[in-house]
């Protein structure tokens, strides 16, 4: 049988499982004539193939957002980042999946879904270094030249918190925000905190 056209689904949640299996039938080599025999102990050419690319979603550049997929896949929190408009007014930092969905929903509620620049966020209590590195990707986008006419906004905000120490979080953003003062205040950006849960009032009165 010789197969002359096929397509298939791949979801890139299964590529920690999945991914060896993927490279197998991407490997030229097993299509030969007369493949040479893997030695004992072998992994059937699982290694000699690229790994997969994945295409930018929504056309975006996947620079940043790899980076927080790799710190994403580093840690049993979560870290997402999707940027929708790199020269967009409207930036978030939101902490919570389901805060996330309800701050974008209500940024597109209020007329500015096209000026909404990223989707993402940031829960299970990442570690400190990881939360800084986060919002340091945040306003290093929020940062890039030109600056707007009518500057920009970042929103920091999310639910009430169970186990995530709010103050700690909040630290880690003052590092960062310390880090980009001079770009953020070029850019004139306005920022709004909304937090809730353990040490919020210690963590609010830092920032």
Known sequence: IHYLDMAAKLDQTAKGICGPKWAVPRNLTVYEAAPVAPTTGSKANADRAPPMAWPAPFGGDLTKEAYIQKLDASTGASLKLTVLNPTGHVWTMVAGSGSSVVYSGTIAAAGFAHELANYGEYSGAPSEGQTFQYAKTILDLLARPPPRP??????????????????????????????????????????????????????????
């Open 150 to 207: 009518d500057g920009k906004v970042l929103i920091m905000g999310g639910g009430i918190a169970n186990f995530t120490n709010v103050a700690a979080t909040f630290k880690c953003i003052i590092r960062a925000l310390t880090s980009y003062k001079s770009q953020v205040i070029a850019h004139n950006a306005k920022i709004y905190v909304r937090r809730g849960g353990p040490n919020c009032q210690g963590g609010l009165r830092a920032m």
